[in-house]
């Protein structure tokens, strides 16, 4: 098959690139790299399944060729990446779900939105069902985020209504592993970066906020069974495991063998207080759960960050 993965360059979407090509596929990779990294498909210089054009979705564009599948995975998607750029990331959800809508529609292929628990917002609902429709803050500075994605759901199922498009939505919830940014910002490369170089590892608030994380290739998994179902409602793929943000620290401290200090600063406005999803829908329709535990993903996680950073030294 032919795929198009637009934010090829991007953490989840460089995983996914890999994932399908070792299954014998083709890859068409678009990226503005305003947040991905070109280093994330070096690898794959030279292959001659895989073709990458830089790109912004939100501006019109066209492909040559036939395309099977449409993967979107295009958006900045940590709070400092979308909160440095709120406008680009509104007109990624709108514009540009709309322009690789139509892509879709004129190709004849279906088409995938990796939609967020953001959607969510800070649920007063926990765990957190695909039924539930959240609460969110459509004023706050993380409304660029929450909003893009929620209007990207609703032009997703408009499209599929109105024109019986294929299509699927996955609600990711947070996500790690190899090739996230080191100044991503968010809670897992935060606190390895800085258990790593003997930095105090910052925790927001007071640390009793929950996250559930999910690493990358139980993800990818999750996304490709949802692109091969029949379902077009949104699914929640995520980890159910949950842990407070002080276990998460103190538990890549141990990991990493650092010695670093824990420091607490105020908590970021409309931060989300718990979060942890029901996967009980992906089970059900995907036969899909998460495999790989919490130690082992974070073990493998810190040993790329530690190679990461060693090159930088050198």
């Known amino acids: 098959m032919r795929f198009l993965i637009a934010g090829a360059a991007g953490f989840i979407g460089s995983h996914l690139c890999d994932r399908l090509l070792d299954e014998g596929h083709e890859i068409v990779g678009l990226d503005n790299l305003l947040t991905g ?25 066209d492909v ?30 709108a514009e540009g779900s709309r322009n690789l809508l139509e892509l879709a ?28 429709w959240g609460h969110v803050n459509p004023v706050g500075p993380r409304s660029c985020y929450d909003e893009s994605k929620r209007f990207a759901e609703a032009i997703t199922m408009a499209y599929h209504r109105r024109h019986a498009l294929p299509t699927h939505i996955a609600r990711i919830f947070n ?19 800085q258990a790593l170089r003997g930095e105090p590892m910052t925790v927001y608030g007071d640390g009793s906020q929950t996250r559930s994380f999910c690493y990358v290739d ?40 650092s010695r670093s200090e824990i420091v607490f600063e105020a908590l970021p406005e409309d931060d989300p207080q718990r979060r942890r999803p029901d ?17 082992e993903g974070l073990r493998r996680t810190i040993e790329w960050f530690r190679r990461q950073l060693a090159s930088s030294a050198a």
């Open 175 to 193: 996500t790690y592993g190899p090739r996230m940014q080191h100044d991503d910002g968010r809670i897992v490369p935060n606190f390895i970066r």
């Open 279 to 295: 996967i009980g829908k992906a089970q059900a329709v995907l036969g899909w759960s998460p495999r790989v535990g919490l130690e």
């Open 105 to 132: 529609l004129k190709k004849g292929a279906a088409y995938l939105l990796a939609s967020t628990s953001e959607c969510y917002g800070d649920p007063l609902e926990h765990p957190q069902k695909e039924t539930y």
């Open 64 to 93: 040559p060729g036939p395309v099977d599948l449409v993967f979107n995975l295009a958006s900045p998607a940590s709070p400092k990446d979308y909160l440095a750029h709120p406008v680009e990331t509104l007109r990624t959800g």
């Open 218 to 257: 139980d993800l990818v998994e999750g996304l490709i069974r949802l692109s091969r179902s029949a379902e077009r409602l949104p699914v929640n793929l995520g980890n159910p495991e949950e842990r407070t943000v002080l276990e998460f620290a103190e538990l890549i401290r141990t990991l990493t063998g």
């Open 37 to 61: 990294s070109p280093s994330n498909l070096a690898h794959l210089e030279g292959n001659p399944r895989f073709s990458f054009f830089r790109h912004d979705i939100a501006e019109p564009f």
